[in-house]
């Protein structure tokens, strides 16, 4: 089945800051990609988000473990389960980083 690559709001994490903005829009995905910044302070986590309107983020884990980001590699998550995610530092980033997110839709 063909797929379409749909380009997502970047989440980025500002200076000073441990935690990302929010994003969404991803209901009909089938994988979302996330492509890391080349440098990070902290090691970033995923947190999700099970409701469209709820702030009850938890971190994301595949096969008991966290899902974590590598500075200056792309993520591929193949199965979206949630409404809403951010991503979360350990520290606070030294300076803004952006993680652009794309999602593949079949058509």
Request: charged share 10%; no cysteine; net charge neutral.
């Amino acid at each position: 089945m063909p797929q379409h690559i749909v380009p997502l709001p970047a989440m980025t994490i500002v200076n000073g800051s441990s935690y990302s903005n929010v994003i969404s829009l991803f209901d009909d995905a089938t994988a979302l990609t996330i492509f890391s910044p080349a440098s990070l302070t902290g090691v970033v986590t995923i947190e999700t988000e099970p409701t469209s309107t709820g702030s009850n983020f938890v971190t994301l884990q595949s096969g008991g473990t966290d899902v974590t980001l590598p500075a200056g590699k792309s993520t591929v998550i193949n199965k979206v389960g949630w409404h809403q995610m951010r991503l979360a530092s350990a520290s606070a980033e030294a300076a803004a980083r952006a993680f652009p997110v794309n999602k593949s839709v079949n058509v």
